[in-house]
């Protein structure tokens, strides 16, 4: 949470959805549901033209399909799902299409195998599978050993127009695929974009007072669950409108960015910095007492007053004053907060540049 002013993550997002977006493992349960039923009606039509050994076949790749969907429904195992669907139905219209069921008609079911294929896996592996049934619709209809061996009831022009009209399936879905992925990955993007400008300030990259808010309720959940402390620090740039009197805005807002980029470096991994208004910041800091909390907050402190921005040759520094509150006893965020924000009015009293704690009313 104190990353700064980065750019939002470019990840692979093929993986995730987008609102709207069928899942995969249930648009392949459904497709097994409805394959099911298909398939034991070709069988029974199978019996009833003598074609016994198709017909148990069939039945056999409708019991792997439900023994799939069951299989997931237990185990919830996407990528087993996923690879067992894809070897069953590229077996069955190879079956279908080699034995040329219902006097070869049933070959037309191939046209169902390319859009399945590029929505159920990445562009790469649907490319790879229509290339490679592709190769064997034309090995099956134009090799020689092949009618030889199978003695195939197609005529040459339906063979002809079979292949024109699956290429140019094959090539439509590549193209609609590929205008669907980077439509996908653009509106992720986007959401990323958004999700990442309403969680973070926009001059300083740290998170904005909402996010802070967020977190703080998080911690405090926490704390609810496992007593283990926490503690916020509240820091304020000293003299900020002398700052903008003198020098500028501009000047003061590089004030505002050097002293959100010391924080940022000074923060461990799990603390959340964030811009809490102005020229003023919050640090949360998660597993830390009050002790712990006064020693990180001199160390910020310290680092803050060495710091400068250039102006004409000029070095510009500023100090800042800090507040500590440590959580107490089953008190709630406001009660937290109201209480750094004590320490911190204590500071500024004290003189400024300085570190107090609340129960102690003292400098740190």
Not at 32 to 45: D, E, G, N, Q
Not at 323 to 351: H, M, P, T
Not at 355 to 360: I, L, P, W, Y
Request: glycine share 6%; net charge negative.
């Amino acid at each position: 949470m104190s990353n700064i002013a980065p750019d939002p993550p470019a990840n692979e997002h093929s993986q995730l959805r987008v609102s709207g977006e069928i899942p995969v493992p249930v648009l392949i349960n459904w497709l097994s549901i409805t394959a099911v039923p298909l398939l034991v009606f070709f069988a029974s039509r199978s019996v009833e033209q003598g074609e016994h050994l198709s017909a148990g076949l069939l039945i056999v790749f409708a019991v792997l399909m439900i023994t799939n969907l069951l299989i997931y429904t237990a185990l919830r195992h996407k990528t087993f799902q996923r690879r067992a669907f894809i070897g069953l139905t590229t077996t069955v219209f190879i079956y279908v299409s080699v034995s040329a069921l219902e006097n070869g008609s049933a070959i037309i079911w191939l046209f169902a195998y390319p859009p399945i294929i590029f929505y159920i896996s990445d562009a790469r592996f649907g490319v790879g599978a229509c290339l490679f049934g592709f190769t064997g619709v034309m090995l099956l209809f134009f090799s020689p050993l092949a009618d030889q061996l199978l003695n195939l009831p197609y005529s040459t022009s339906f063979r002809i127009t079979m292949v024109v009209a699956l290429g140019f399936e094959m090539i439509t879905c590549y193209i609609l695929d590929r205008s669907r992925r980077r439509s996908k990955l653009g509106l992720l993007a986007l959401a990323q974009e958004f999700e990442y400008a309403a969680k973070h300030d926009t001059l300083t990259g740290l998170a904005n007072r909402r996010e802070a808010l967020a977190q703080l309720e998080a911690e405090y959940e926490r704390y609810l669950r496992t007593s283990r402390p926490f503690s916020v620090l509240l820091v304020d740039i000293d003299l900020f409108k002398s700052v903008n009197d003198t020098y500028g805005h501009h000047v003061g807002d590089e004030l505002i960015v050097l002293v959100a980029r010391t924080l940022h470096e000074g923060a461990r991994k799990l603390d959340t910095t964030a811009r809490w208004g102005g020229e003023e910041y919050l640090v949360l800091l998660p597993e830390t007492d009050a002790d712990g909390a006064v020693q990180i907050a001199n160390r910020i402190r310290e680092a803050i007053a060495e710091k400068a921005v250039m102006v004409a040759h000029t070095e510009v520094h500023c100090t800042a004053s800090i507040g500590v509150a440590s959580i107490k006893g089953a008190e709630s965020i406001d009660k937290l907060l109201q209480r750094s924000d004590e320490a911190l009015y204590r500071a500024k009293e004290l003189g400024r540049n300085r570190v107090c704690v609340h129960q102690s009313h003292e400098p740190a």
